[in-house]
């Protein structure tokens, strides 16, 4: 059964696959904060920046001052327990334009067009249309549910309300000639415009990756995870020849253990956290070359 487990016994089992991270990529096995499933602040979207710079819930990211910005200093708050920064975002459901998918992919990234990505755009979604009421506050003409998703697990849908900050707004930027110019999930929209949020239809409650994703898969005996536990350092070693990562080191609660993976290493830490496990990686990759996919793909 899927659980929160121990370290001690977490240590102990050999994995066929081993994830590290913060959240929203990987669900990891191993995740630094804790499970918030039934914390209000993460469940209630207004109470996300009750979150922010709290260490329970956030890494509280800061940048440098900035020289050209009087000193500023900029947050970035990853979110820190299961689910990723996903538990501790606003739940807008927004996406790229069309040029700069395209624009990756034109620049030797294979298989990055808008429409070679689009049925991936699909996949986690199930549109919820907004009742009759929505209408009488957001412009919902630009919807076009053929551009949505209908079977995945992220529900994304119109809140059931509106307060007289968003009545007035979006009529404001219509009569600036700044209104939407299509549906943003097709790509090519521009302008002001209600997004969709990742809550709950019946009851307006958040949806992120913990419960979309690792909520309906607790009860599956191959999965474990074990929260409150940082991964500090990728485990490398030789194998025939081959730089291999049989495991993760880890800390809990001041302790330091070791976890190991019989297939493969993947970290899912995102692109602040992800390079601190490969620390030692350069020194490695100047001794034993090629780096091996198998037992250890990072």
Known sequence: MASHGNPTSFAATVFNYLIAGRGTAGLSALEAGLDRTSDPKVLTSDFAPSM?????????????PQVHGNGRVVSHPPGKQLGGSSAIN?????????????????????????????PYFLKPETYAPPPPSTSAHVDITIIL?????????????????????????????????????????????????????????????????????????????SLVVLTGA??????????????????????????????????EVMLCAGALQLPQPLGTLRNWRSKFAPVTRHRGAV
Do not use: C
């Not at 395209?102 to 070679?116: A, F, T």
């Not at 194998?239 to 253990?257: K, N, Q, R, S, W």
């Open 90 to 118: 606003f739940d807008d459901w927004t996406h790229a334009s069309r040029h700069d998918i395209d624009d990756s992919g034109e620049h030797g990234n294979s298989g990055w067009s808008w429409d070679e990505l689009f």
């Open 145 to 221: 549910p053929s551009l949505h998703g209908t079977t995945g697990p992220i529900q994304d849908s119109f809140p059931p309300f509106y307060d007289n900050v968003y009545k007035a707004w979006e009529p404001i930027y219509k009569k600036l000639g700044l209104g939407p110019t299509g549906n943003p999930k097709g790509g090519r929209a521009a302008g002001a415009y209600m997004t969709l949020f990742t809550i709950e239809p019946k009851n307006a409650s958040k949806i992120y990756a913990r419960t979309a994703y690792w909520k309906p898969n607790a009860g599956r005996e």
């Open 230 to 263: 940082f991964a500090t350092r990728v485990v490398f070693a030789r194998e025939e020849g081959m730089l291999v990562a049989p495991g993760v080191i880890f800390t809990v609660d001041g302790e330091t253990y070791t976890a190991s993976a019989s297939r």
């Open 52 to 64: 922010w710079d709290d260490p329970d819930y956030d890494w509280v990211f800061k940048t440098t």
